[in-house]
């Protein structure tokens, strides 16, 4: 069952302090989920912020975070300009740094536009839900980061998208690009910044899916170890996440047990509403052999 509260509230943090703030998380087992952090962190950003919105955000991983326990986050009031604002914040467990973030914010203005166009995909009516209920239970080889990911509440829906799928190889390695429709399952509200929000708790979700695309390794491969290492997000457009948006995404490279995946979040309608890089570690280890 889910927790009673909502995404929305749990992404408000509390204010203890003129610029330190206090959280905790929707769930109740496995690694503390990186969107929820950069969500968080950019909720109590916003709570040293008027009347402007993020433009962009950059962030990093630098311990795992823990479920059971609360999360500090102070927020450094780098600059307020004429037209943009730059907030630090830092998250904070156990008298260590577990995360940061840097974003920018931005009164509202007019200029030229452009955009990249939407991808074909399938309508997300059609499609089966990623994480449908009741969750089938891990085999015993299942990594650390899928059962991780099965211990959340499923605040979000996900259908993947399939994109690039008919180009498979016959050797099982796939191609380079993947994609899911994405929404949020309860009320999210007018407030753009509630909004954005939400979306940014979304951008972590199936980006090592994609980068394990092009290689003949999965979830379950033996000795898999998978952490989010950075993360930027920009904010191109106001968007409404109570409806689909597909999330288009591609891995450009993978060197050094590191890699990058790249992805554009857009309206139903078609409009690129945010833009995501995430370098992402992805390690498969071979487990020694035990003596027999």
Avoid at 147 to 175: E, H, K, W, Y
Wanted: overall charge neutral.
């Amino acid at each position: 069952m889910e927790t009673q509260r909502s995404l929305v509230e749990s992404l408000a943090p509390e204010r203890i302090e003129l610029n330190l703030f206090r959280g905790t998380s929707l769930q109740t087992g496995g690694r503390l989920f990186g969107g929820h952090v950069i969500a968080q962190s950019l909720m109590a950003a916003y709570e040293t912020v008027e009347a402007r919105l993020c433009h962009s955000l950059h962030c990093y991983f630098i311990h795992p975070g823990d479920v059971r326990a609360p999360i500090l986050y102070e927020v450094d009031r780098a600059r307020d300009g004429t037209s943009f604002t730059t907030r630090r914040v830092i998250a904070v467990q156990h008298g260590r740094q577990i995360f940061n973030l840097a974003a920018s914010f931005q009164v509202e203005e007019e200029g030229l536009e452009h955009q990249a166009q939407m991808p074909s995909a399938a309508d997300p009516a059609g499609l089966p839900a990623f994480f449908a209920e009741p969750r089938l239970p891990l085999p015993p080889r299942g990594s650390e980061q899928m059962r991780a990911m099965t211990s959340r509440p499923s605040v979000i829906d996900i259908r993947v998208a399939g994109l690039g799928a008919a180009a498979d190889g016959a050797d099982g390695a796939r191609q380079p690009r993947g994609g899911a429709w994405m929404r949020a399952t309860t009320e999210i509200g007018t407030d753009p910044r509630a909004q954005q929000a939400v979306l940014a708790y979304s951008t972590d979700m199936t980006l090592l899916a994609t980068a394990m695309r092009p290689h003949v390794v999965d979830w379950q491969a033996s000795g898999l170890q998978s952490a989010s290492l950075d993360h930027a997000i920009w904010f191109h457009r106001p968007t409404d996440f109570n409806r689909w948006h597909l999330y288009s995404q591609d891995t450009p490279s993978a060197s050094g047990g590191r890699a990058l995946v790249r992805g554009s979040m857009f309206s139903s309608g078609g409009v690129l509403v945010a833009s995501v890089a995430q370098e992402t570690l992805m390690r498969v280890r071979p487990r020694p052999n035990k003596p027999a």
